[in-house]
């Protein structure tokens, strides 16, 4: 590869990189090409952009990038994936599907999800349980809605606690 076509190559790399803010490097290498082709349609069904890319242009792209990914570097070893996401755990979730299936591959290399670096396929449950940012606003919400939940439904039980009260000293003999 001529060294123009590798300079583009890397710019690519780093302009899908900084649309995105999370990623994935995996290891997909030997799938056959049945399983390749449901991964690839699992990713396109869940908005994940998976990329075949060559260590040394990921390293150069990632040393172009604002932030520390030094811990990544180590892991650009074999042939690597890259998985972008706008959604942190989603491609963690798409992994951990195709292992419950009994697959091999693909393995988690290493991710890079809301600033953090993760390392390692036994990251992967990790991964999974971070919470996207619409999944946490709508804690947030659930949260805030139940203490006037709670004030609606006393108030609701206290009317006609109240009106059983006074309908029975309304019976009352004198």
């Given at each position: 590869m001529?060294?123009?076509?590798?300079?583009?190559?890397?710019d690519?790399?780093?302009?899908?990189?900084?649309?995105y803010?999370?990623f994935?490097?995996?290891e997909s290498?030997?799938m056959?090409a049945?399983k390749?082709?449901?991964?690839?349609?699992?990713?396109?069904?869940k908005d994940?952009k998976?990329?075949?890319?060559?260590n040394?242009?990921l390293a150069k792209?990632?040393?172009?990038?604002?932030?520390?990914y030094s811990?990544l570097l180590?892991?650009?070893?074999?042939?690597?994936?890259?998985?972008?996401?706008t959604v942190?755990n989603?491609?963690a979730?798409?992994?951990?599907?195709?292992?419950?299936?009994?697959d091999?591959?693909?393995v988690l290399?290493?991710?890079?999800?809301?600033?953090?670096?993760?390392?390692?396929?036994?990251?992967?449950?990790?991964?999974?349980?971070i919470?996207?940012?619409?999944?946490?606003?709508a804690?947030?919400?659930?949260?805030?809605?139940?203490?006037?939940?709670?004030?609606v439904?006393?108030l609701q039980?206290?009317?006609?606690?109240?009106?059983?009260?006074?309908?029975?000293?309304?019976?009352?003999?004198?």
């Amino acid at each position: 590869m001529k060294k123009e076509d590798k300079a583009l190559v890397i710019d690519k790399i780093v302009e899908t990189l900084q649309q995105y803010p999370a990623f994935y490097l995996i290891e997909s290498a030997g799938m056959d090409a049945e399983k390749t082709s449901a991964f690839r349609r699992a990713c396109f069904g869940k908005d994940i952009k998976l990329m075949v890319v060559k260590n040394t242009l990921l390293a150069k792209a990632l040393e172009r990038l604002d932030g520390n990914y030094s811990e990544l570097l180590g892991t650009l070893k074999g042939s690597t994936s890259l998985m972008c996401t706008t959604v942190g755990n989603a491609p963690a979730k798409l992994l951990k599907d195709f292992v419950k299936k009994g697959d091999k591959l693909p393995v988690l290399k290493a991710a890079y999800v809301e600033e953090s670096v993760y390392v390692g396929a036994d990251q992967l449950d990790a991964l999974c349980a971070i919470k996207s940012k619409n999944e946490l606003i709508a804690d947030i919400v659930a949260l805030l809605q139940s203490p006037a939940k709670n004030v609606v439904s006393a108030l609701q039980s206290a009317g006609t606690t109240i009106h059983g009260v006074l309908t029975t000293l309304g019976e009352r003999p004198e």
